[in-house]
């Protein structure tokens, strides 16, 4: 069983709209989360970390742990057709930028 | 701007042939990583290294080889490659106080 798992797979949301992505740590050592983004054709890009339980909020985009469940969320306000990608989640044994473990993803389409 | 560049950018290869698989960084990071990335399987980690001339196994290296002769480059490579080793492999660096900066990967065709 892959230690980090996404849901859900897909998800389409329409402009304007709420995204919401789901992540969820099987291993109590990897309680460090981070949100990566791929366009199609290029690599990963970070979008945000949370090592604390509660909100983080930057521009658009809020991320919410719960360290007791090892569940993080992230929330896409107001989407965009550029938002449309695939996003991980990544998780740590420790908050430096090391050796992460990533889930299997969740292909995110806006629709204008 | 700092960078991780792959090269090449794809590569057909034959059952049972070696492949090397190249990546450069100019972020001046201390650890760099190799990941495949497979549909449903997202990015598995299949080599890393943290000083150069250091490599260590990832979660996969099963068929894998790396290298990392310098802190810039950092190499993987398949002695004999296989059908199931067709994926897009992923180059990236990162240090304690950076997120990863990932290359824009190599898709690899075996047959």
């Known amino acids: 069983q892959q230690k980090v798992q996404q849901s859900p797979e897909s998800l389409s949301v329409p402009e304007g709209g709420m995204a919401s992505l789901n992540c969820t740590s099987s291993?109590?050592?990897?309680?460090y989360f981070w949100w990566y983004r791929q366009h199609s054709g290029e690599g990963p890009k970070a979008l945000m970390?949370?090592?604390?339980?509660g909100d983080k909020k930057e521009g658009r985009f809020t991320a919410h742990l719960n360290k007791a469940s090892l569940h993080v969320s992230l929330h896409i306000r107001d989407s965009q057709p550029s938002d449309s990608a695939l996003y991980f989640c990544?998780?740590?044994?420790?908050?430096?930028?090391?050796?992460?473990?990533f889930g299997a993803g969740t292909r995110l389409k806006v629709i204008a | 701007e700092a960078a991780v560049t792959q090269s090449p950018r794809s590569k057909v290869a034959v059952t049972g042939g070696k492949v090397t698989l190249s990546c450069h960084q100019t972020?001046?990071?201390?650890?760099m990583y190799w990941y495949r990335q497979d549909t449903g399987h997202g990015l598995r980690l299949i080599h890393y290294?943290?000083?150069?001339?250091?490599?260590e196994k990832g979660d996969i290296p099963d068929g894998y080889k790396a290298s990392r002769p310098s802190q810039e480059n950092f190499s993987l490579i398949l002695e004999l490659a296989s059908l199931s080793q067709t994926a897009v492999y992923f180059c990236?660096?990162?240090?304690?106080?950076?997120?990863?900066?990932f290359g824009s990967g190599t898709r690899l065709l075996v047959i």
């Open positions: 990236a660096s990162s240090d304690r106080d950076s997120d990863y900066t």
């Open positions: 291993d109590r050592n990897f309680q």
């Open positions: 970390s949370i090592f604390s339980d």
């Open positions: 990544a998780a740590s044994e420790n908050t430096g930028n090391y050796k992460y473990v």
């Open positions: 972020n001046n990071h201390d650890y």
């Open positions: 290294s943290y000083v150069a001339d250091s490599t």
